[in-house]
């Protein structure tokens, strides 16, 4: 079924079912002029990338038009919308908390009335029927009093007759409230939990940003009324530079202007901006420069060290350049997962783990915009497949995601093959080896020791 492209209005036979491009060239064009049409939104999006460290902003440094400019840094100072989304999730968590800890308060009341309730009201009831009855009128007294302790003995051989049953239909309502209480007291703690992961979250996350923003710089220029009024009592006249010659300009017969949407000069190809995480040492020779947004697929076969190069890799991008979440589907928060965090020294404020066991789980539990760097261990355990992943990459389309597989006997990657065309960086790690088979930003077949 064919498409028409939201760039160039052609119509097109898409790859696959969510393209709305007919190429990248129209996909980077759309996406450049949308960023001019919608500031607010393109700075809210970009806002993860501003917190990044070690970018590289390739635009300034290699173009050779904007070398001949003299640039002032300008700083900006933003409210991070991450840590306005985190406080009000703790608010919320805090509400959550409240109403369980006056339910809790509220069953254990109930159960202290329950154990209290020994037929005294009963006796005591009783006790007033009896004088009561005795004379309605209260005319005589001794006949209240008389039929009082008449009720009392009535009421209190009534309360021994069915104490028994009372105290069987006591257990029964003390046993319910302590299921209730006990599945409250655990839903509270999960809330405690959650609300001690927010708080860390909000420690780790900025409240205000700073960005370093370019501008040209701005050269004063003496109005011509002062120039030519500069030397009036010497008659000296400022000297007029000198007008170099035109170059000779050779004129076409025909258009020189591109009459496709597909096609654009390369001064507009130098003005589109891209950025550059800064890698160094032998991550700089591994890998190269990649892009902030950098898309990565690890596979290996079990015991061949791919979750152990993940770690590395995740230790890395925490400690240089920005938050790592990452995810643990196998292992969970196991010994082993444990074991091999310490065994790499792979501890950092900005390195978090979380155990989540399905797609639906990311969804829930990690926010747009919170963490630059996610790693998926593994898309075969979570049953994540090529299109599941193409969501989560359009869902963070901010962040770098990292995704973990598992392999054949035969080296080759579990599932479709579709997730190497669509990735960056494909990495293979065999018997402790780390190596490049696909790479966008160097050559490929290059390795690293892992163990």
Known sequence: MSKICEQCQSEFTPSRKDARFCTPTCKSKYWYKKKGEDTEEISSQNELHASLKGVIDE???????????????????????AYKELKNKEISTLIQKGLFEKKIRQVLQDITNIKNNNGLLLTAACTGAGGILADTKF????????????????????NESIAEEREKSKRKAIAQKEIELNELNQNLKIIHGNLNVIKMQ?????????????????????????????????????????????????QLTKSAKPV?????????????????????????????????????????????????????????????FGRVIYISSEE?????FKDKFVRNNALSENLFVA???????????????TYHFIFIDSLDNMNIDVEKLKQLRERYKNSSIISISQATKDGKMRGSYQIVHDVDIEIIVTKGVAMTNKNRFKEKELEMRVF
């Open 59 to 81: 635009t300034l440094s290699n173009s050779p038009i904007t070398q001949q400019e003299e640039f002032d840094i300008v700083k900006v100072k933003k409210e991070s919308m």
């Open 139 to 158: 005319k005589n007294p001794t006949r209240n009093i008389v039929g009082a302790a008449f009720g009392f003995l009535a009421g209190s051989i009534i």
């Open 202 to 250: 909000i420690i780790n996350t900025p409240q205000f940003i700073i960005t370093e923003v370019s501008q040209p710089h701005q050269k004063p220029v003496l109005p011509k009324a002062i120039l030519q009024g500069a030397f009036p009592t010497l008659g000296i006249k400022p000297i007029e530079p000198k007008q170099q010659e035109k170059p000779k300009v050779i």
């Open 260 to 320: 496709s949407e597909r096609i654009i000069s390369s001064h507009e190809l130098a003005k589109h901006d891209y950025k550059a995480l800064k890698f160094t040492d032998e991550w700089s020779e591994f890998i190269g420069f990649p892009s902030i947004n950098f898309q990565c697929a690890i596979h290996g076969r079990a015991g061949e060290g791919k979750s152990t190069f993940a770690i590395q890799f995740a230790m890395y991008l925490a400690e240089n």
């Open 332 to 336: 969970g928060f196991s010994k082993t």
């Open 355 to 369: 155990d989540l066991r399905n797609y639906d789980e990311i969804l829930k539990e990690i926010s747009v915009d």
